[in-house]
């Protein structure tokens, strides 16, 4: 045990030292705390819903407003319908097809014909819109039938379903109109305000969703990230020949332990403190983000809880197994090798967490959260999400804990197998086989 701390320190030290892992660590922290204080300094108000500085109200000129182009060849629109759809929007009539297709084009009209020209920003507007970027174009061709004109269409385009709001409106107009029945008593009858009130009994997975995937992701990212590196850490002491040095004076057991636990310590340290300064500092302004990003940061403390034993413990797992990978390997370019069917695994676990997370109390999230490679985030997803029995809490911490322990054992012994083995790296199979006959 004395050795043990002996290493534990030394790595601890190595970490912490190193003022580039410091300062990213206390700068990401800073930047996320930080992030956390802007709706006090800047009007965030549309985001947030809570006007917290005063500012003057904003004008909207005519110049400001987005330029709509229509053509009404079947004799049906009133400007009203348009302006209830698109309030925002600044619409001008054009005389026919091709002057639509020129507008849209960047070219304008000129009484001799039609002229391809290049708009510029500085050059004056008529009333009629000329020069400006128009947003679309509509040709109303019948009742219920239009064409959409557009130059270049984004992805999110939902001009066309707008449209078909206005052309709805319209037709509704004209028909209530002819039958003599009142449109607005029917609007009414069919908008008429529902009121509910929900109670939740035990937990509402919509809202608690987001903060679990985020919670899950992060477990990954410190399993792939940190796993590389004690892997390294490892392999590098065999590739300098330090190893040779370091077993005379202390035991491959306490070596690849200390190893481990320093990595845990120093990626828990670094991901906890850039988590806890934005966790801590929304808390403080939650009330001025107007609870916008509650969905994120608003975490449960059972949550936080339920986080850090089973995040911790699959990162302990985790960390011992790509320790064990890296004793395997002499040279620090072979690691990746090592630790890529490692990789595959910790994928695969992640991604069916993550489509599993919809369905927090099915079979197969249920099976994984009593598997030790898995359980880190699917037994934290089912105590966030769902609904899960204590005895069942336990059992599956029970077996990470104990898997933690069988696979640091296990790690320890290929370590001790491979400190002084150099040249060619050695197969998973071959090295569990060898422990097999020396028990």
């Known amino acids: 045990m004395k050795k043990l701390w002996i290493v534990l320190k030394y790595e601890l030290k190595e970490y912490f030292s190193n ?55 079947a004799g049906i629109l009133e400007k009203e319908a348009l302006t209830a759809v698109f309030p925002d929007a600044d619409w001008q009539p054009v005389e026919s097809r091709e002057e ?128 590389q590196m004690i892997a390294v850490a490892v392999t590098n002491e065999k590739s300098n020949r330090a190893i040779e040095v370091l077993v005379t004076s202390t035991t491959p057991n306490s070596l690849l332990f200390g190893k481990v636990i320093a990595g845990a310590v120093g990626g828990v340290f670094q991901v906890g403190l850039i988590l806890g300064a934005l966790l801590c500092s929304y808390q403080w302004n939650r009330q001025i983000w107007g609870g916008q990003l509650d969905r994120f940061l608003h975490v449960p403390a059972e949550v936080l809880a339920a986080f850090a034993v089973f995040g911790l413990g699959g990162y302990l797992f ?50 994984l959260s009593f598997l030790p490679f898995s359980s880190y985030s699917t037994m934290f997803a089912r105590i966030a999400m769902g609904t899960v029995a204590p005895w069942e809490i336990i059992l599956s911490a029970a077996i990470l804990f104990a898997s933690i322990m069988g696979v640091g054992v296990v790690g320890a012994r290929i370590y001790r197998m491979g400190t002084l083995r150099y040249g060619n790296p050695i197969r998973l199979t071959s090295a569990l086989k060898e422990i097999h006959r020396d028990k």
């Open 19 to 73: 003022k580039p892992f410091l300062i990213m660590t206390v700068a990401l922290a800073i930047l996320g705390a930080a992030a956390m204080f802007l709706p006090r300094f800047f009007d965030l108000s549309d985001f947030t819903g809570v006007q917290v500085t005063q500012r003057e109200p904003e004008t909207s000129t005519q110049g400001e407003r987005e330029l709509y182009l229509y053509l009404d060849e």
């Open 100 to 227: 639509m297709e020129a507008l849209m084009s960047g070219g304008e009209l000129s009484e001799a014909g039609l002229e391809e020209t290049s708009r510029t920003e500085t050059e004056d507007q008529d009333a009629a819109g000329q020069g400006r970027v128009p947003q679309a174009g509509f040709v109303i061709t019948g009742e219920t039938s239009y064409e959409y004109y557009v130059y270049n269409k984004s992805m999110n385009d939902g001009n066309m379903v707008m449209f078909d709001q206005v052309m709805g409106l319209l037709y509704r107009s004209r028909h209530c109109a002819e039958q003599g029945w009142n449109l607005e008593e029917i609007q009414a009858m069919y908008d008429v305000p529902i009121s509910v009130t929900e109670q939740v009994l035990n937990k509402d997975s919509g809202e608690n969703f987001w903060y679990c995937y985020v919670l899950v992701i992060t477990v990954f990212v410190m399993i792939t990230m940190y796993g």
């Open 318 to 367: 985790y960390a011992f197994l790509y320790g064990a990978m890296g004793a395997l390997v002499s040279k620090t370019e072979d690691v990746s090798k090592s630790v890529g069917g490692l990789m595959v695994a910790v994928m695969a676990v992640y991604f069916v967490s993550l489509i599993q997370l919809t369905n927090v109390d099915g079979p197969v999230i249920k099976v």
